[in-house]
């Protein structure tokens, strides 16, 4: 009887890590994070992946340099919600959780992650499962990653450890709200919205309208000017002209 129990118990065990193993790969982790999140053997994985996606698993390993979390202001916000959401994956950390308690532990702050990520309108994809993971040991070891206090809304952010190197004073989020904020109101402007010239401050589509009516012109679809005559005419050539002009080759010169 206790012989039983026993091989039951391993069969439920093998069981659960199978179906974490499918939710691990179905977030795009890859064979050895899968592995070190499950207990599983690699012959075991590639058969889960192979039953999912059809294909065999990618190769090669998944590491990423700390200098790729904080190397402009949109991921220095991704890792500062991220390590906002790994609080629960620190603590099983420090309690000694093993896999695959500790895989289920890395799937739930995942999707809060990117639930949080999804509430967000401003075009903010979020960090791959295996940055994701590898971001939690690069803080744990707190040698190339540290975190700082944002001087403008004083919340906690991820910032290069060395003194001096790298964005040490303001958030992701200030930096974002700076380089995408309306040039008169300060409003949000998103990301999708029209083109702004480099090093050059957007404007919302209502002071867009007042004070550069060229570029809102452009965006609304709307031309003035020899713009206006160039497009009328463009509209008014027959397509099988537009056809032949385009199609002739140039003429050279003698």
């Known amino acids: 009887m206790p012989r039983q129990v026993h091989a039951a118990g391993r069969r439920l065990r093998e069981s659960r890590a199978l179906i974490l193993c499918a939710e691990l790969?179905?977030?795009?982790?890859?064979?050895?994070?899968?592995?070190?999140?499950?207990?599983?053997?690699?012959?075991?994985i590639r058969d889960v992946?192979?039953?999912?996606?059809?294909?065999?698993?990618?190769?090669?390993?998944?590491?990423?340099r700390a200098d790729r979390f904080t190397n402009?202001?949109?991921q220095q916000f991704q890792s500062s919600l991220a390590r906002v959401c790994l609080a629960a994956v620190n603590?099983?950390?420090?309690?000694?959780?093993?896999?695959?308690?500790l895989g289920r532990i890395y799937v739930e702050a995942y999707d809060m992650y990117v639930a949080h990520l999804e509430t967000i309108e401003h075009l903010i994809t979020p960090l791959c499962f295996d940055k994701f993971?590898?971001?939690?040991?690069?803080?744990?070891?707190?040698?190339?990653?540290?975190?700082?206090?944002?001087?403008?809304?004083?919340?906690?952010?991820v910032a290069p450890a060395q003194p001096g190197a790298g964005n040490q004073r303001h958030c992701?989020?200030?930096?974002?709200?700076?380089?995408?904020?309306?040039?008169?109101?300060?409003?949000?402007?998103p990301l999708d919205y029209g083109?702004?010239?480099?090093?050059?401050?957007?404007?919302?589509?209502?002071?867009?309208?007042?004070?550069?009516?060229?570029?809102?012109?452009?965006?609304?679809?709307?031309?003035?000017g020899p713009l206006k005559r160039a497009a009328a005419k463009d509209a008014a050539e027959p397509a099988e002209v537009k056809v032949k002009r385009r199609s002739s080759p140039r003429a050279v010169p003698a």
């Open 72 to 74: 402009d202001h949109v």
């Open 172 to 189: 992701g989020f200030c930096r974002i709200a700076t380089s995408r904020g309306c040039a008169r109101c300060e409003s949000y402007v």
């Open 195 to 224: 083109f702004c010239k480099p090093r050059r401050r957007p404007m919302c589509p209502e002071h867009e309208a007042i004070h550069r009516p060229t570029e809102a012109a452009k965006h609304a679809g709307l031309f003035t």
């Open 91 to 101: 603590e099983a950390h420090i309690r000694d959780v093993v896999s695959p308690e």
């Open 25 to 44: 790969l179905k977030r795009g982790a890859r064979s050895r994070t899968v592995e070190n999140l499950t207990g599983l053997k690699r012959i075991a």
């Open 133 to 157: 993971t590898q971001l939690a040991r690069i803080l744990r070891s707190k040698e190339a990653l540290a975190i700082r206090k944002c001087v403008r809304c004083s919340t906690e952010f």
């Open 49 to 64: 992946y192979r039953e999912l996606f059809g294909t065999s698993p990618p190769k090669g390993p998944g590491n990423y």
